[in-house]
């Protein structure tokens, strides 16, 4: 949408079938290798924070930590939150509440051992009077301990990300969609993927990182503190600001353009 929104013609290619005629070619995959023997005279660009090493043309690392040096063999490095690959709210998020009285709890699309539910279920028991919403995945388990009310939302989860007074969930896009509405975040890992942005969020003071086990303890803990739960949503806030494609796409099509001249 970035690229479109900057009046460029963007084709979606799966990442096996063969490319179009392009000035740029910009892979997002963790299987595939880019390759620039492949491609012809395009500029060849990918997205990675995987910490991979690539000889590429641009290369893409939204890990809010992320170094240029972690990928010394692209011409081009974008790293950091200010390239994280998450677009502008489509409405302004309200201030980060002084009360807790909407916990909002996930753990993704493909919760099937019960994570979020667990969680979810260990909140109940031990914030009493706070509001405790579970959100259930497509491919997730639907089952919920008594008390809990279930969130099932195919449009997506800006509205609960919205209303909630803090998040409990996996380090993936909705921790990003968190942090991006100002919201206090626990994420917890449930992916190996999902370490490298989940690390340098934590490092950077935008979430508090803990593991599944440990993720209803941190939520108490930072339910009881407000001045902590205010800064964490406040530096959430700054670190993922919804114009990283903009940036992407501005910065990738300069690069297009020049090898064009």
Excluded: C
């Excluded at 963790?30 to 043309?57: E, W």
């Excluded at 909002?104 to 919760?111: E, F």
């Excluded at 670190?239 to 990738?252: K, N, S």
């Amino acid at each position: 949408m970035a690229f479109e929104q900057q009046g460029t013609d963007v084709t979606l290619v799966a990442v096996d079938d063969p490319l179009p005629d392009a000035d740029l070619v910009v892979v997002d995959s963790y299987r595939a290798m880019p390759d620039r023997s492949q491609i012809g005279s395009a500029v060849l660009a990918a997205v990675d924070d995987l910490g991979r090493d690539l000889a590429i043309d641009a290369l893409i690392d939204p890990a809010p930590n992320a170094d240029p040096e972690d990928h010394p063999s692209a011409d081009v490095v974008l790293a950091g939150a200010d390239y994280a690959l998450l677009g502008p709210d489509s409405v302004e998020a309200p201030a980060a509440d002084h009360e807790v009285k909407v916990v909002l709890v996930s753990a993704g699309a493909t919760d099937s051992e019960g994570h979020a539910a667990a969680v979810a279920n260990e909140l109940h028991l031990r914030l009493p009077g706070v509001r405790i919403r579970l959100v259930v995945g497509p491919w997730g388990s639907d089952a919920a301990p008594q008390g809990i009310e279930l969130v099932q939302a195919p449009s997506g989860l800006g509205p609960e990300l919205h209303a909630a007074s803090l998040v409990v969930t996996a380090a993936g896009v909705t921790m990003l969609e968190s942090m991006r509405a100002g919201r206090p975040t626990v994420a917890f890992l449930t992916a190996e993927n999902q370490r490298r942005q989940a690390d340098g969020a934590a490092e950077l003071g935008g979430i508090v990182l803990t593991d599944v086990s440990g993720a209803a303890d941190a939520a108490v803990t930072l339910a009881g503190d407000t001045p902590a739960r205010l800064a964490l949503a406040a530096r959430a806030a700054t670190l993922i600001d919804g114009q990283g494609p903009a940036r992407v796409a501005h910065r990738l099509l300069e690069l297009a353009e020049a090898a064009n001249r």
